[in-house]
Every structure is written in C-alpha cells, then in structure tokens.
C-alpha cells in the first residue's frame, strides 16, 4: 500500500565498515581510508562512507524488505553529509507508489535526526503469485 | 594565453572506457555482502540461486565495482582513471575538486561469475558557472553504460556532478 513504512533500520558506522566498503568497491580513493588526508585536505571530519558502499547498504535494506524475489531496477540518491565513524545510520523507507510487479519506494537515511542521504528506489516484486521478477521478459526499470 | 574551452564541444562527447580490469567472482561478491552484512539468500543459498536466478548472481549494486580500473598493474606508468570523462572536464575547465551529488543506477541483465563489462561513458549536459558554499563552479552529468561480454545492457549509472574551485584559491 502507498504510505506503508519499511521497518526501520539502525547501523553504527565504524572505521572497519568504511574501509571495508571502499576496498569491497575497490575505491582507493584517499578520502575514504586516510584520516589525515580526509581532515586536511578533503575538510571532513573524517574519513567516510563512500558512494558504491551507500549503493549496497540501499540494496541491502531493500532486498531485507522485499525477499530474494526483489530485484533492483532503479536507485537514485543524494548523500548530503559525510557519514563517519561513531554516526548511527537511520535507515527509514516508505512505498511511494505500486504498480503491477513494481514498488517505488522513498529513501531516508538520518544521523542524529539529520538527513544524510535521501533516495529514491523502483523494486520490481512477483506481480502476481508465482511471478519472477529476475526472468520477467518485458524488463521497463 | 588558454582559451575558455565551449561547452557544446564537451557536450554529447563520448569515451570508449574499455573492458573492465576485473571479472565478476565470487571473490570479489562476499566482501561486498560482508561489508554491507547483507543476508539475502539469494547471494549465499545455492537452492534459492538455482531456483529464483538460475545460479549465482553479483548484487546489481556492485555495478560500478567491475569497471574501477587496477591501481596498478605490470608496465602502467600512469594509474587509469574511472570516470575518465569527468577527469578531463575538470581539467579543460580548470576545476580542481569535484564532488558527486547524486548517483543514479538503472539496471538491467545481472552480471554472473565469469562475466566481465565493457564500459562507454558520455556527458549528457554541462551546466553554466554558479557560485555555491563550495565555491565556484559547474554542474554536469555524466552517463556511464555497461554491457557485458554479450554486448547485453547491463546497466547504466548517471553522475551528477559539481567541479568547482575552491574559494581561497587564486
């Protein structure tokens, strides 16, 4: 139903996570493992999340929701402040819309009540008992 | 003296990025899922794989993971670098610092141990110079297409983009 709300998901951010995510991403990029670069250079105060990463943990708290039958088909975000070590990540969704076989659902992502990231997602679900999304033979995302 | 470079020249520009330095493995899809503790069966149950995807699948979010060139490799004198195309904007430009300000992923065929993607990147727009809190500088997008070794669509990741200068800098 439009309006119905994912349960809500916390994750505590730690630096582990963050240089796990960017060498999962194969992100070498200096601002998300290198503490002094990030401070001095990049102005943040600390290292932080990277973008590839954000785009799993999305997936993640979307397929958590959906089942195995969910299938990505669309993910837009803004990541408006830098997540870092010691921030508790918010994960909250709510269904925008429904149509046969998709779901598009609202992304908020809050730290300490502020909005660090905020999304959009279009999840194709069985569209009907039995259906499979990952073979559906007209694929529209 | 350097001329300011025209946008229509940049605009619709295109790079065949080439073939992606890694194959998709196994190898590479259990740290993304440990990274981001992700439980769905469909990544670590061999049944449900068989049954909802035909066997194993890479998490569609790991698309850009496959296209990030090697840091380094035997003979490379200069690193390649991923998104090649926003690299030489900020350069023609004379934007130092580029950020992304939105990521936006339209998937399609999933992508299956032993395939491998080929990548073409291109820029769809190039905005006017604007001052923000960053500093000065352009927006711009940049569209980046992968298909597999089928020449299959895989998928499509639009960077929306701000390269700017820094306001203490001359």
């Not at chain 1, 397929?63 to 070590?85: E, I, Q, S, V």
């Not at chain 2, 065929?109 to 073409?120: A, F, I, K, Y």
Request: proline share 8%; hydrophobic share 35%.
């Amino acid at each position: 139903m439009p309006g119905e709300r994912l349960p809500t998901m916390e994750v505590p951010v730690t630096a582990r996570m963050i240089v796990f995510g960017a060498a999962a991403s194969r992100d070498w990029q200096p601002q998300h493992h290198d503490h002094t670069w990030a401070v001095e250079r990049a102005g943040t105060r600390d290292i932080f999340l990277n973008t590839p990463t954000m785009a799993g943990w999305l997936e993640r708290y979307l397929t958590d929701w959906t089942g195995p039958y969910g299938r990505l088909g669309r993910l837009t975000f803004k990541m408006r402040k830098p997540m870092c070590a010691g921030d508790t990540l918010v994960f909250d969704g709510v269904v925008e819309e429904i149509s046969t076989g998709w779901v598009d659902v609202a992304l908020t992502l809050t730290v300490g009540g502020e909005v660090a990231t905020e999304g959009r997602a279009r999840v194709a679900v069985p569209a009907r008992e039995g259906e499979n999304p990952w073979v559906r033979e007209r694929w529209d995302p | 003296m350097k001329t300011e470079p025209r946008i229509e020249d940049w605009v619709g520009r295109t790079l065949e990025a080439g073939e992606g330095e890694v194959v998709v493995e196994e190898g590479y899809i259990r740290p993304w899922l440990e990274a981001t503790e992700n439980a769905n069966p469909l990544y670590w149950d061999e049944r449900v794989q068989r049954e909802i995807t035909g066997g194993p699948i890479a998490p569609p979010s790991m698309l850009s993971v496959w296209m990030r060139p090697l840091n380094w490799r035997p003979g490379r004198v200069k690193a390649r670098r991923p998104l090649e195309l926003h690299f030489l904007l900020k350069e023609a430009f004379d934007l130092p610092e580029g950020v992304v300000t939105e990521n936006e992923m339209t998937l399609h065929t999933p992508l299956r141990p032993g395939d491998h993607v080929r990548v073409q990147e291109s820029i769809r727009e190039i905005g006017p110079l604007r001052e923000t809190n960053l500093g000065v500088g352009r927006k711009w997008i940049v569209d980046v297409t992968y298909t597999n070794q089928l020449g299959e669509l895989v998928g499509v990741e639009t960077y929306r983009m701000f390269g700017y200068k820094r306001r203490s800098e001359p």
